[in-house]
């Protein structure tokens, strides 16, 4: 039985990372590790199920399964803010392609960079952040709390609706995501982790 936890149309992946633990798990019954190319089945499952096969920091290119793993972030806390709603990711791809074509054109709300590798930064941005929260303002007033509260970056998750901030404290994350939750968003503190805890696997639990 997958037990599913992750919210639907929240821009988190969940369906994805479902996916991939599907076909690791049924890679591992059949035994098949060794004579199946298990991210190019991956890839024609969805774009980002490549992903979950690997995890950590990566650099996707081509649709995003086109994968080259890189050194894993400094740890952060992590806020997770989701409002009553959800975005699907046809109507953001749709959004963006309509504001895109048009003469005012905005590709990115925000733009905020972290300490990522000695003597460098990462980018933090999301094309598909202005054409859906011009359609969801609540979206954008989570981002902003985030910001406002401490984040050094935050943005809009994957296509919405959910938004996640980045947190050096964990004093810092909570007090932020009592003000998201004050905000009637559900709010959710947890962390990131490297690519040594994303191998490991999906738990199987027998039922």
Not at 91 to 108: C, L, S, T
Request: hydrophobic letters at 50%; charged letters at 15%.
């Amino acid at each position: 039985v997958l037990g599913k936890q992750i919210p639907m149309q929240a821009g988190l992946g969940g369906g994805s990372a479902d996916a991939a633990a599907v076909l690791v798990a049924l890679s591992r019954a059949w035994a098949a590790d060794r004579h199946v190319d298990l991210p190019a089945v991956a890839a024609q499952t969805g774009a980002d199920v490549p992903y979950f096969l690997m995890g950590g920091t990566a650099l996707g290119l081509s649709r995003g399964d086109d994968l080259y793993p890189l050194p894993d972030l400094p740890p952060y806390q992590v806020v997770l803010g989701l409002p009553a709603f959800g975005v699907s990711t046809a109507d953001a791809d749709g959004w963006f392609d309509h504001d895109d074509a048009g003469p005012n054109r905005i590709r990115v709300a925000s733009v905020a960079g972290i300490p990522a590798w000695p003597g460098r930064q990462l980018v933090v941005a999301n094309d598909l952040e202005a054409p859906v929260v011009a359609r969801h303002p609540g979206i954008g007033a989570l981002r902003d709390t985030l910001v406002r509260g401490g984040a050094r970056a935050a943005a809009m998750t994957g296509s919405g609706s959910a938004v996640f901030g980045l947190f050096d404290s964990i004093v810092t994350a909570r007090r932020a995501a009592r003000a998201l939750a004050g905000m009637g968003a559900m709010a959710l503190v947890t962390k990131t982790v490297g690519r040594r805890t994303c191998l490991r696997g999906p738990r199987m639990v027998a039922r």
